[in-house]
């Protein structure tokens, strides 16, 4: 397979697939494709890692490209403004937020992750369940605003706002913590939680999350029963003309 990433904030990855070759993704993501690609929509490892899927946010079917002739093109998106990452994975495993994943080679594995506490999973921004890419091959994920790379080494720790958490290795240990003291908790702005990430490994972290991003858009959506509105979002009463 080849492949590349383009786009800045809306990105789409473009995959040129071989004979024998075969990626799947989750269903919607296909943005064009060549006349000779085989498309084929299934319950891709049976309905128990359906389930698992639909857990995850993902779809419960997926969807399988594969070239018709000597090679052939698909094109696939995320369905929110933000990025796409290539994970390669040799016999290794990477965790990303639920909802991540977006398509693979078929000799990666999706499956679910569990946080290890429960204090985690209940504050830490991603819930108990989290996605886990094993196996062998190339894996694409998406995510919300833009990606922030790091290496932690052993024992090094950041914290990071709830939910901006993208993906990190499985060597990193994933807790949560809380926002400084009850006047920051209340008054900061950030929440009653951080998540705490401790090396060793890479981590992927997002500028902005869709939860922040639906809350910018919120003032600027006219509601129902609004006679008319501007694009700053004031209200326009009817106007009448004569005296």
């Known amino acids: 397979m080849e492949y590349k990433i383009i786009g800045d904030n809306l990105q789409m990855v473009v995959t040129k697939l071989f004979s024998g070759e075969m990626i799947y993704a ?3 993501a296909m943005i064009y494709m060549s006349a000779d690609m085989q498309m084929n929509t299934k ?10 899927r639909k857990v995850t946010g993902e779809s419960f079917f997926m969807t399988e490209f594969t070239p018709g002739g000597g090679e052939g093109v698909v094109s696939l998106a995320g369905n929110v403004p933000g990025r796409i990452r290539d994970i390669k994975l040799d016999n290794s495993e990477f965790i990303a937020q639920k909802d991540a994943f977006l398509c693979s ?10 946080t290890k506490k429960i204090g985690a999973g209940l504050f830490g921004g991603e ?12 894996a694409f994920i998406h995510a919300c605003g833009d990606f922030v790379d790091m290496d932690l080494s052993e024992g090094e720790s950041i914290k990071v706002d709830t939910g901006c958490v993208v993906g990190f290795d499985s060597t990193v240990k994933y807790d949560i913590t809380k926002a400084g003291n009850v006047k920051s908790m209340i008054f900061g702005g950030e929440g009653f939680f951080l998540t705490t990430l401790t090396g060793p ?3 992927i972290l997002q500028s902005m999350t869709i939860a922040n991003l639906a809350a910018a858009l919120r003032p600027y959506i006219p509601s129902s029963g609004t006679s008319g509105s501007t694009s700053s979002g004031i209200s326009v009463g009817p106007i009448r003309l004569g005296a």
């Not at 319950?43 to 890692?49: E, F, H, P, R, S």
């Not at 080679?105 to 569990?114: P, Q, T």
């Not at 819930?127 to 190339?138: A, D, I, P, R």
């Open 105 to 114: 080679e078929s000799g990666v594995d999706l499956d679910i992750a569990f």
């Open 43 to 52: 319950a891709k490892g049976g309905i128990l890692k359906g389930i698992k």
């Open 201 to 203: 490994g890479h981590i």
């Open 26 to 28: 989750e269903a919607g």
């Open 127 to 138: 819930g108990f369940v989290l996605q886990k890419l094993s196996g062998n091959g190339t």
